[in-house]
Structure formats: C-alpha cells, structure tokens
C-alpha cells in the first residue's frame, strides 16, 4: 500500500519554526524526487520546494527560498521540510509528493493527505 503521511503542522506565530515530515512506504522512495506542495483556501495548490536524488537537484519556490530547507532520509523513507522566520502567507495546508525521477509527463507521482500550517498572532 503506498502512502506519504505528513506531520508537524500546527499553530504558530510569525517568526516561528516549523519542521514537517513525510513518512513514505509502499514504494521505491529512492527512485522518485520528494516535493512539498502548499494551498490555501480560495487558492491553487503551488509549489514550494522539491529535491531529487541524487540530493543536489534541490528547488525552491521564490517565496521560501532562504527561509526554507527541503531534505530526505532514504533510510527512514522520509522527506522533511524546515521552515524558518514564518510569514503569514505560509499558512496554508502543505501536501508531500513524491514523483518517479523519469523524463516524462506522465510520470508516477503519489500524493500525501496534507497538514495544517497556520501562522497568526
């Protein structure tokens, strides 16, 4: 059974940090680049960051980058994403995917339930 599950979300307030995680099983994590996607309510889903493997294929979206950290642990089958000086914007419901590393449109790609981040004072 493939499954991405996400944890770490929660309340905090701007400024503050966050670390979630996506604990993977079901699939072959080393063979799909891991990505964290985010949406807000009235809004499309966007890209935040991605990182392949081999890891030094790492992208960011422009509004996280310097504050963000995207990493994968192949032997804990886990991608997280570090979250640092948290903006209002952020707060949003952030999905993990993972997506087969292939030249092709139509590549497998597997989807997370998604966790609640809420940045507010």
């Known amino acids: 059974q493939v499954q991405l599950v996400e944890s770490g979300g929660g309340l905090v307030q701007p400024g503050d940090s966050l670390r979630l995680s996506c604990e993977t099983s079901?699939?072959?994590?080393?063979?799909?680049?891991m990505r964290w996607y985010r949406q807000s309510p009235g809004k499309e889903r966007e890209f935040v960051a991605a990182?392949?493997?081999?890891?030094?294929?790492?992208d960011y979206a422009e509004s996280v980058k310097g504050r963000f950290t995207i990493s994968r642990d192949e032997l804990r089958r886990t991608a997280y994403l570090q979250m640092n000086i948290l903006k209002p914007e952020d707060t949003a419901v952030y999905y993990c995917?993972?997506?087969?590393?292939?030249?092709?449109?139509?590549?497998?790609?597997?989807w997370g339930q998604g966790t609640q981040v809420t940045v507010s004072s």
């Open positions: 995917n993972a997506r087969l590393q292939v030249l092709d449109e139509r590549a497998t790609e597997y």
């Open positions: 990182i392949g493997n081999p890891t030094f294929h790492i």
């Open positions: 079901g699939f072959a994590i080393h063979d799909f680049a």
